[in-house]
């Protein structure tokens, strides 16, 4: 982490640790503790029933705003953008590994393939 702050020529006064848990406790729970996440105010009275106006703490965003000091909080948004880059790609990958892969099946249950399963079938 030190040489990244070195290299991202981070401020000599700013702890690269301090810096790199914020971002991440952060992203660990980004949920609005106002609305719960649902970005929309309750109801008086009743938890469970969403009113139609926005939340006010978060903006109608469902997510809390980043807190930290000014100097460092570009930085932090920096890390989250980084950090919800690679969810993102992690995210995109496992789904594309899970979809069903008839080729696979059709062999591993020993059914015959069909038109539709061959490779370099045009359907």
């Known amino acids: 982490m030190k040489s990244k702050a070195g290299h991202r020529t981070w401020p000599v006064d700013v702890s690269p640790s301090k810096v790199a848990r914020r971002p991440?406790?952060?992203?660990?729970?980004?949920?609005?503790?106002?609305?719960t996440g649902r970005a929309y105010e309750s109801v008086r009275g009743q938890t469970t029933v969403m009113s139609d106006i926005a939340c006010r703490a978060c903006a109608g965003s469902g997510t809390r705003a980043v807190q930290a000091p000014h100097k460092t909080l570009h930085l932090i948004e920096d890390m989250l953008e980084a950090l919800n880059a690679t969810s993102a790609t992690a995210r995109r990958r496992t789904v594309a590994n899970l979809k069903p892969r008839p080729l696979m099946l059709c062999r591993a249950l020993n059914l015959p393939l069909t038109t539709r399963y061959r490779r370099g079938s045009e359907k």
């Open 24 to 35: 991440r406790d952060h992203w660990l729970n980004d949920v609005c503790p106002a609305c």
